[in-house]
């Protein structure tokens, strides 16, 4: 079992930056890949990025690519997204969640954990 907790979330004006963390209990971390989703008002949540349980490969959706990049360190069971550049597009409640399998996926049924997510909003 993981719990997973996010934080980091607020209010920013738009070209703005924020760092989401996700903060995961359990010993067996270090072996699930991590992903971030997004979910605005009104939409269906959405793959943002995801990186593997080494941090060897992470992958972007379109929308967020050369802005976001996500991270992830083992040793403090946690693992990052950084967001520059930020657009009011990009307002929404972000989600962290953990695939056994430790390989990158955009598709949210890889993934078997999920935190209660953070609201990120970006004013224009």
């Known amino acids: 079992q993981v719990q997973l907790v996010e934080s980091g979330g607020g209010l920013v004006q738009a070209g703005g930056s924020l760092r989401l963390s996700c903060a995961a209990s359990?010993?067996?971390?270090?072996?699930?890949?991590m992903g971030w989703f997004r979910q605005a008002p009104g939409k269906e949540r959405e793959f943002v990025a995801a990186i593997s349980w080494s941090g060897g490969y992470k992958t972007y959706s379109d929308s967020v690519k050369g802005r976001f990049t996500i991270s992830r360190d083992n040793a403090k069971n946690t693992v990052y997204l950084k967001m520059n550049s930020l657009k009011p597009e990009d307002s929404a409640v972000y989600y962290c969640?953990?695939?056994?399998?430790?390989?990158?996926?955009?598709?949210?049924?890889?993934?078997?954990?999920w935190g209660q997510g953070t609201q990120v909003t970006v004013s224009s």
């Open positions: 359990g010993r067996t971390f270090s072996s699930y890949a």
């Open positions: 969640a953990a695939g056994r399998t430790g390989m990158v996926f955009p598709e949210e049924h890889e993934y078997d954990y």
